[in-house]
């Protein structure tokens, strides 16, 4: 059974960092999508970041040169250092892991990804 187990988060004020942690439990697949979405209140689903078990890795324009996802394989970890975080970024954030579907990582919230965290909370404050 995959499990996804989010800790992180949490409050900062804008210009500061959060990092988010994913750990991964019951994936034995040797392929990968590993991606972060997040929501806010009232708008529909935002694909973040998104890296494959090559270590290719995707952005949404928004985060391009402020998030970085990482893997940790040895712990099996995903992670989201998020840098110069803007009060837009505040949002639940959740991980989700899956086989690549269509040889590539999507970051399409419509696609459905097999496995999700639990969500994490980013507030970022003006």
């Known amino acids: 059974q995959v499990q996804l187990v989010q800790s992180g988060g949490g409050s900062v004020q804008a210009g500061g960092s959060l990092r988010l942690s994913c750990a991964a439990s019951?994936?034995?697949?040797?392929?990968?999508?590993m991606a972060w979405f997040r929501q806010a209140p009232g708008k529909e689903r935002e694909g973040v970041s998104v890296?494959?078990?090559?270590?290719?890795?995707g952005y949404a324009d928004s985060v391009k040169g402020r998030f970085t996802i990482s893997h940790d394989s040895a712990k099996n970890t995903l992670y989201l250092q998020m840098n110069s975080l803007k009060p837009d970024d505040t949002a639940m954030y959740y991980c989700?892991?899956?086989?690549?579907?269509?040889?590539?990582?999507?970051?399409?919230?419509?696609?459905?990804?097999?496995?999700w965290g639990q969500g994490t909370q980013v507030t970022v404050s003006s």
């Open positions: 989700a892991a899956d086989l690549p579907p269509y040889g590539y990582c999507p970051l399409d919230p419509r696609y459905e990804y097999m496995y």
């Open positions: 019951g994936y034995t697949y040797k392929t990968y999508c």
């Open positions: 890296i494959d078990s090559d270590g290719s890795s």
